[in-house]
């Protein structure tokens, strides 16, 4: 099936770094949404965004939704040790519809920060 | 966010055998949905599961292989059905809840398959 392009497919960096992850597809999304997955858990909704150009903030992390609505980034900054895990983009159709609701993955940016 | 909860947490189970998993959440939901995880790799959506109705599979995934039931508004299963060692992953559950039917998932299952 389809599934986003997510870049880089994993980062080893010190604490107090920043960090920088994006996605980009060949079709258009309503939603992004950008998650986490730590080991033997499920992904963790981090952000969501629903406009295109939308920039949205939670804390240490920054995402913003493309112009085109077929990319978004990540930014992590100051990052520390529990930042380290998966970081998954998801792309959702809100507009009506079979693919209602449907999330299409990227492929996953594993995260590593060194004390 | 939602309180999403699935059984069995993991399992090993030997080929040709079949397995139930269960997904139960917190409040009525319209929309749940059922991932499946494979080693190493991102989440892949198998199907949504319908209240009342089948459930909507996405290409390369049939009934006879996952059968799923969505009784009420708050619990769905999801049965791999004579598993095989390519079916070892992480099988997950999710929710739609929000304005805009953002995805919240349950813990996930853990098979292997011997």
């Known amino acids: 099936g389809q599934q986003l392009n997510q870049s880089p497919q994993s980062m080893f960096i010190q604490e107090g770094e920043d960090v920088s992850m994006n996605c980009t597809s060949s079709?258009?999304?309503?939603?992004w949404l950008w998650y986490k997955q730590e080991p033997g858990e499920g992904p963790v909704l981090l952000i969501a965004l629903y406009k295109a150009g939308e920039l949205t903030s939670n804390g240490r992390l920054t995402a913003q939704f493309g112009i085109t609505r077929k990319d978004s980034f990540l930014n992590i900054s100051a990052s520390i040790p529990s930042d380290v895990g998966i970081y998954f983009c998801?792309?959702?159709?809100?507009?009506?519809?079979?693919?209602?609701?449907?999330?299409?993955f990227g492929q996953g940016t594993i995260l590593t920060v060194h004390p | 966010s939602a309180v999403i909860s699935q059984k069995p947490s993991r399992d090993i189970c030997q080929r040709g055998t079949s397995l139930t998993i269960q997904c139960q959440v917190d409040s009525q939901v319209t929309m749940m949905f059922w991932y499946r995880q494979q080693p190493g790799q991102s989440l892949t959506l198998i199907a949504t599961?319908?209240?009342?109705?089948?459930?909507?599979?996405e290409s390369g995934f049939v009934i006879d292989k996952f059968p799923i039931s969505r009784p009420n508004l708050t619990f769905s299963t999801l049965t791999v059905s004579n598993m095989s060692p390519e079916d070892s992953s992480i099988y997950l559950c999710?929710?739609?809840?929000?304005?805009?039917?953002?995805?919240?998932f349950g813990p996930g299952t853990r098979l292997t398959v011997l």
């Open positions: 998801a792309g959702q159709k809100t507009a009506g519809g079979t693919s209602y609701g449907k999330l299409t």
């Open positions: 599961a319908n209240q009342g109705s089948e459930a909507t599979y």
């Open positions: 999710s929710v739609g809840r929000g304005a805009y039917n953002e995805q919240f």
């Open positions: 079709s258009i999304f309503n939603t």
